[in-house]
């Protein structure tokens, strides 16, 4: 199974058109959270993960604008209500049976407090062995990482929409897993 990963859009819908394309057919694109700014709604980045049937979880500038303080973000007259009615039915973690195999995807760490980031170095890679599943998809550094924790294969796509991955460069990025080799490929652009 091939599995098209992107993260942290934060309403950059070019950004997200890009990856998409660059990515071709994929089985199942995930979204690992933020897929809008906090205060600044994109309704064309939403409605592209809803025509490719994505699977997301809201990150914490999606919960920003869900919340009290987005509510002037929300009612902007471009503002298409059911496009806000899909982002909010979104959850926070969600786990799939992927290939056979267990996925796990969350926007940051799915260790408590569960705002953490997470890099190649934190200690919550550590504590992440004792979860029973075959991947954890994360988003939120907007850094490229893929790390073995145990069982799981920790993967981050990076950012498709704000880059700030010194590791490549600055470049947006999105990652493509292959859930028969466990391979992860990345991919860097840059958009005009």
């Known amino acids: ?78 503002v298409d209500p059911e496009m806000v009615k899909w982002l909010a039915a979104q959850p926070k973690s969600v786990e799939l049976d992927v290939d056979g195999k267990r996925l796990l995807m969350t926007h940051a760490s799915p260790i408590e ?32 990482m893929s790390h073995r924790a145990g069982r799981a294969l920790v993967i981050n796509p990076g950012s498709v929409g704000q880059a700030r991955d010194h590791t490549n460069g600055k470049q947006l990025s999105y990652a493509v897993l292959d859930t028969a080799t466990d391979d992860v490929v990345f991919d860097n652009y840059l958009t005009s």
């Open 1 to 78: 199974m091939r599995i098209g990963i992107v993260s942290d859009i934060h309403a950059n819908a070019l950004g997200l058109s890009v990856a998409l394309e660059r990515m071709g057919d994929v089985d199942l694109l995930l979204c690992a959270g933020d897929m809008v700014e906090e205060f600044r709604f994109s309704g064309e980045a939403l409605q592209l993960l809803r025509d490719h049937h994505a699977v997301c979880v809201l990150g914490n500038h999606d919960i920003g604008l869900l919340s009290p303080h987005g509510e002037r973000a929300r009612s902007g007259e471009h």
């Open 113 to 144: 407090p569960h705002t953490q980031y997470v890099f190649p170095h934190s200690p919550e890679l550590k504590k992440m062995r004792t979860i029973e599943v075959d991947y954890i998809v994360l988003g939120h550094t907007h850094a490229q």
